[in-house]
């Protein structure tokens, strides 16, 4: 995504895009060329193939037109990718959940998870500088709602909400990096480890690391490898859960 940080969008062609406020229209394209039909296919092209293999000529072949078909209606690749982005969300659901202020963000972390687990190109495609389309306002709009009478200032829900997204795309990355070592390499992380473990043994003298020896294998054991995503995910984020309920409590306290 280098190339397309460093790309210059015009804001007003960049937000117009994101909120649709002109569709524009191609007598060579045909009318069966939209924003969202391109917009489809290159998710598609993301999901199957990652980010690095969608070009706007591959989008272009896809929907059987002329690259430049498609930059009457996306200036772009950076664009592309945002409105991307901001369609992804849209895909999420917003449910009213029953429940405490914990059962609600248990449910919000998931949901993001999923999310990650269906477009894995997102982890490198989403920044610091949000997309700042209708789906991406009506996620955080729907997020935030979920925590804001938990008795913590705006600031602090704020703060609140993006530690649990932050947990969730660091356990999300993690676990995507499992799935392509394993594509790359051939090889499940413990069969890797079934590799290594007879020549690291010659090299290891006994006794040497007992503590990391003990509670490498205790772990080793448990996930069949030196690291389970599950369990990662699900262990964080309890514990940022439980972080957050001794903020609530001490809010409740001091009122």
């Not at 917009?39 to 999901?47: L, N």
Request: hydrophobic share 45%; no cysteine.
């Amino acid at each position: 995504m280098a190339s397309e940080r460093k790309a210059t969008a015009d804001p007003a062609r960049s937000l117009a895009l994101l909120w649709r406020t002109r569709e524009p229209t191609s007598r060579s394209a045909g009318p069966a060329l939209s924003v969202d039909r391109i917009v489809r296919v290159a998710i598609d092209i993301a999901d199957a193939e990652g980010l690095d293999a969608l070009t706007m000529r591959r989008v272009g072949e896809a929907l059987g037109v002329g690259t430049m078909s498609v930059y009457t209606y996306v200036p772009g690749k950076a664009e592309l990718v945002a409105v991307m982005i901001d369609t992804a969300y849209g895909e999420m659901p917003r449910p009213v959940v029953e429940g405490d202020w914990r059962t609600r963000l248990e449910r919000i972390a998931r949901d993001n998870l999923a999310l990650y687990q269906r477009h894995p190109w997102m982890l490198r495609a989403e920044t610091t500088r949000p997309v700042l389309g209708p789906h991406l306002m009506a996620k955080y709009d729907y997020e935030l709602g979920a925590i804001v009478d938990i008795g913590l200032t705006d600031v602090e829900v704020d703060a609140v909400l993006t530690l649990v997204l932050g947990h969730v795309k660091s356990a999300a990355r993690a676990a995507s990096e499992v799935v392509d070592l394993e594509r790359e390499t051939g090889m499940t992380d413990g069969q890797w480890w079934q590799s290594h473990a007879p020549w690291l043994e010659t090299f290891l003298k006994p006794g040497a690391y007992p503590t990391a020896s003990r509670v490498g294998t205790a772990a080793g054991q448990q996930h069949g490898a030196a690291y389970g995503p599950e369990y990662a995910f699900e262990f964080g984020l309890q514990r940022v859960l439980d972080g957050i309920s001794v903020v609530v409590a001490e809010r409740a306290a001091n009122r």
